[in-house]
């Protein structure tokens, strides 16, 4: 079997072994064809080939910016289209095409890929972690209602801005505009390339599958929040995403869309865990939570980088030996923390605390408490108070939350 790179010519091959590892039937290009894959980027997929010419595997990657804590934006691979044919599952498909690729990112001066999983299990073994959390939150129309303005906060804060509902089809610059503000404060989240919005690639709303839009403006009738959403025939509204540049601007939004007429529910699809919407209502318990499940992981592929790369919020030093079984390396660093900026260097002091490469992942975006992970029996701490140190360093301004399918 041989990993080889596609070009643009591979396009066809490609997209239809993925789908058969998916057990779909390609989309009719009367159904909008392959738009939803024509953000592919060619010159960095894989696909894998039988001796007899025969494609039966394939991983791909998009050039994604991060926004690491401390509103720091890097580059990130955003691994993609990883399939195997069902006649070639467990004959080490997969784990050649991630070996390879591997060490492609690392070829490009890539420090960093992330991924979403279709199942839990298959990613660990080869340095992912979780790194970020969604949420489904469904809110009967009944008991909607979000708390009274109070002296102060944000659910109080005064309207001083204006929704405007328009559609989709006549909103794609606005929403691709508020969407890049947001992405760029928010940890965890992902560029969406303008090439995405220009071919109408991915899930609502960046295709332009029929949506309502509530466009939220500031005082001065700039766009700085959006929701996109849809109403079933049972009556439940649907929000795709809701995208605010501060909370005032989600309360504003979520007002709207709660109090809309002829609902019966309220289903926000992606919120993160720690989200205030479920404290602004007044019946606690009248958000659902669903769903609730990883969203993005990540891999760190050079962790001195990547380590000195994010916004640190507290001062400290801490020894991690980081072990990375799948490329067979291991390092033992020093991290130092002084005024939000890190050292990383190798050490031989003893460990402050042993873990994965997939473990740091998870730790990475300052989503996932590192004491967690040590209670889990993930992480071995070597002393006490390490993992109460760990967890005040690695924390972010904001729970790190990605809403980008890819
Ligand atoms: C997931 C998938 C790509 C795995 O490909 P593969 O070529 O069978 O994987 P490998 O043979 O390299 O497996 C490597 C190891 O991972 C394990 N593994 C692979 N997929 C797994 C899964 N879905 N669940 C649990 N373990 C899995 C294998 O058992 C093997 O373990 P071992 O080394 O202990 O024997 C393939 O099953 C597939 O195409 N699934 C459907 C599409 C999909 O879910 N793609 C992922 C999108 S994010």
Same mark, same amino acid.
């Given at each position: 079997?041989?990993?080889?790179?596609?070009?643009?010519?591979?396009?066809?091959?490609?997209?239809?072994?993925?789908?058969?590892?998916?057990?779909?039937?390609?989309?009719?290009?009367?159904?909008?064809?392959?738009?939803?894959?024509? @953000?592919?980027?060619?010159?960095?997929?894989?696909?894998?080939?039988?001796?007899?010419?025969?494609?039966?595997?394939?991983?791909?990657?998009?050039?994604?910016?991060?926004?690491?804590?401390?509103?720091?934006?890097?580059?990130?691979?955003?691994?993609?289209?990883?399939?195997?044919?069902?006649?070639?599952?467990?004959?080490?498909?997969?784990?050649?095409?991630?070996?390879?690729?591997?060490?492609?990112?690392?070829?490009?001066?890539?420090?960093?890929?992330?991924?979403?999983?279709?199942?839990?299990?298959?990613?660990?073994?080869?340095?992912?972690?979780?790194?970020?959390?969604?949420?489904?939150?469904?809110?009967?129309? $009944?008991?909607?209602?979000?708390?009274?303005?109070?002296?102060?906060?944000?659910?109080?804060?005064?309207?001083?801005?204006?929704?405007?509902?328009?559609?989709?089809?006549?909103?794609?610059?606005?929403?691709?505009?508020?969407?890049?503000?947001?992405?760029?404060?928010?940890?965890? @989240?992902?560029?969406?390339?303008?090439?995405?919005?220009?071919?109408?690639?991915?899930?609502?709303?960046?295709?332009?599958?029929?949506?309502?839009?509530?466009? $939220?403006?500031?005082?001065?009738?700039?766009?700085?929040?959006?929701?996109?959403?849809?109403?079933?025939?049972?009556?439940?509204?649907?929000?795709?995403?809701?995208?605010?540049?501060?909370?005032?601007?989600?309360?504003?939004?979520?007002?709207?869309?709660?109090? $809309?007429?002829?609902?019966?529910?309220?289903?926000?699809?992606?919120?993160?865990?720690?989200?205030?919407?479920?404290?602004?209502?007044?019946?606690?318990?009248?958000?659902?939570?669903?769903?609730?499940?990883?969203?993005?992981?990540?891999?760190?592929?050079?962790?001195?980088?990547?380590?000195?790369?994010?916004?640190?919020?507290?001062?400290?030093?801490?020894?991690?030996?980081?072990?990375?079984?799948?490329?067979?390396?291991?390092?033992?660093?020093?991290?130092?923390?002084?005024?939000?900026?890190?050292?990383?260097?190798?050490?031989?002091?003893?460990?402050?605390?042993?873990?994965?490469?997939?473990?740091?992942?998870?730790?990475?975006?300052?989503?996932?408490?590192?004491?967690?992970?040590?209670?889990?029996? $993930?992480?071995?701490?070597?002393?006490?108070?390490?993992?109460?140190?760990?967890?005040?360093?690695?924390?972010?301004?904001?729970?790190?939350?990605?809403?980008?399918?890819?």
């Amino acid at each position: 079997m041989e990993i080889r790179s596609t070009t643009d010519q591979d396009l066809d091959v490609f997209v239809d072994t993925l789908h058969a590892a998916f057990g779909r039937f390609p989309e009719a290009p009367a159904e909008g064809g392959r738009v939803r894959w024509s @953000a592919l980027e060619m010159d960095r997929n894989l696909l894998a080939v039988t001796a007899d010419g025969r494609p039966v595997g394939t991983a791909g990657a998009y050039s994604f910016e991060l926004t690491l804590p401390g509103e720091i934006l890097v580059p990130a691979a955003g691994v993609t289209a990883v399939g195997v044919l069902p006649s070639h599952r467990r004959q080490g498909v997969l784990t050649a095409m991630m070996r390879r690729q591997l060490t492609e990112l690392r070829a490009r001066g890539e420090f960093l890929s992330v991924l979403l999983a279709s199942e839990a299990l298959i990613y660990r073994r080869f340095g992912y972690g979780p790194a970020t959390y969604t949420q489904r939150l469904t809110v009967p129309r $009944h008991q909607a209602a979000l708390a009274l303005p109070r002296a102060r906060g944000t659910a109080d804060a005064p309207a001083t801005g204006s929704v405007e509902l328009l559609r989709r089809a006549e909103c794609g610059e606005i929403l691709e505009e508020v969407y890049d503000r947001y992405r760029r404060a928010q940890p965890g @989240a992902l560029s969406r390339p303008h090439r995405w919005w220009a071919l109408g690639a991915g899930q609502p709303p960046i295709c332009p599958a029929p949506r309502y839009v509530a466009v $939220h403006r500031d005082a001065d009738g700039v766009p700085d929040g959006y929701a996109s959403y849809s109403v079933s025939e049972h009556n439940t509204l649907t929000v795709d995403e809701t995208i605010a540049t501060d909370d005032a601007v989600f309360t504003a939004l979520a007002r709207f869309l709660l109090g $809309h007429d002829l609902v019966a529910q309220v289903v926000f699809k992606h919120v993160a865990p720690d989200h205030p919407l479920r404290w602004q209502l007044v019946d606690f318990r009248a958000g659902q939570v669903s769903e609730d499940t990883d969203w993005l992981w990540v891999r760190l592929l050079d962790v001195p980088r990547a380590l000195t790369a994010r916004g640190w919020f507290t001062d400290g030093e801490l020894v991690l030996d980081v072990d990375d079984p799948f490329l067979g390396e291991q390092g033992r660093y020093l991290l130092t923390v002084r005024d939000g900026k890190a050292d990383c260097v190798p050490t031989d002091r003893e460990p402050d605390l042993s873990l994965d490469v997939s473990d740091l992942g998870s730790v990475y975006l300052g989503g996932t408490a590192p004491s967690t992970l040590v209670r889990a029996g $993930h992480i071995r701490a070597h002393r006490p108070g390490a993992a109460a140190l760990a967890d005040a360093l690695f924390r972010a301004e904001r729970s790190p939350h990605c809403l980008h399918w890819f």
